[in-house]
């Protein structure tokens, strides 16, 4: 029995590695698709979220300008983008601080931040600040941020009228193979009365729920890619998964992310956000559903409720 388990292994490994040449394959050779935008500046009441592709976003709020996993490479060594970045370096408007959630490298790329620090160091003569988890400034120290701020979870930052809070993740921090002490998480950002919560990469776990009644977040950024074979829902949401992460947080809206940029798993590179489209449907949460698009601004105007009522909201819509 033993035996057999051990070749069944064995054809799985090999399997997935045919697998993996064919998908760098499809990468390299498949044209390229999207057409990069200027990203619209909003006032410093209003919440604006730019998707620039995959996890990246460009977020205005209280009249600072953040980046959440800036990746702008079209090569992470030998995994092609399929989609040319939303946003392109020189458009942005200067940015006050990066926030990175873990050192994958397509959410941590170090040529993507120095054109970034290169760029708003011309601009204004200074460089952003970059927050990071445990473990990770080492990575980035280096690059010429103007500070380095490394947090744990639950722990907060507050710059200006920004407070940021690192909250917990279920993923893995690794960069390279013997480097698994890193740390990983998401961000909840507070400027006045907004609260927007970046889960980074995450699979689904119970946590989402504290998240949610701690820190009440209104608009919540979801990962809804990579997610087969099944085995990478231990460390990635599927569409179903990110909505019951999304109907734990309590939050209002949910903009999805993690799909459709790079080819990381074996679903269908167009899946993913159909798939959550037509779960929200069945789930009644339609009208709750951000799709920002590449290079698109979607500007948030209304204030939070509160996380009662959010979940005063879902109990009635549920009955």
Request: charged share 25%; aromatic share 10%.
């Amino acid at each position: 029995m033993g035996k057999r388990r051990g070749i069944g292994r064995w054809a799985e490994i090999r399997r997935r590695l045919r697998y993996t040449g064919h998908l760098l394959w499809r990468s390299a050779v498949t044209p390229m698709r999207g057409t990069p935008r200027r990203p619209q500046l909003v006032g410093p009441d209003e919440l604006g979220i730019t998707f620039i592709g995959h996890s990246s976003f460009l977020v205005q709020v209280a009249g600072q300008n953040l980046l959440f996993d800036p990746v702008f490479s079209t090569w992470l060594i030998l995994l092609r983008r399929q989609r040319r970045a939303g946003v392109q370096v020189r458009n942005l408007p200067p940015i006050h601080m990066v926030l990175l959630s873990h050192a994958h490298m397509d959410h941590l790329d170090r040529s993507s931040l120095r054109r970034v620090i290169r760029a708003t160091r011309r601009r204004t003569g200074r460089a952003p600040a970059v927050v990071v988890p445990t473990d990770v400034a080492d990575v980035v120290r280096r690059l010429g941020f103007s500070k380095v701020i490394e947090l744990e979870w639950w722990e907060k930052y507050a710059a200006g009228d920004l407070t940021i809070t690192h909250t917990p993740a279920k993923h893995w921090g690794t960069r390279w193979i013997m480097d698994g002490h890193r740390g990983y998480g998401g961000y909840l950002v507070e400027g006045g009365a907004r609260r927007l919560y970046y889960a980074g990469d995450t699979a689904y776990f119970a946590g989402f729920h504290e998240i949610g009644a701690r820190l009440q977040p209104e608009v919540a950024l979801l990962p809804i890619g990579a997610y087969t074979p099944d085995s990478y829902r231990a460390v990635h949401t599927s569409p179903e998964d990110a909505l019951r992460a999304f109907e734990d947080l309590g939050a209002g809206c949910m903009v999805p992310m993690h799909y459709g940029t790079f080819w990381l798993s074996e679903e269908p590179l167009d899946e993913p956000l159909p798939r959550l489209l037509a779960s929200a449907k069945r789930m009644g949460l339609s009208d709750r559903i951000a799709v920002v698009r590449e290079g698109e601004t979607r500007v948030f105007r209304r204030a939070r409720q509160s996380f009662e009522d959010r979940q005063a909201e879902s109990a009635t819509s549920a009955r």
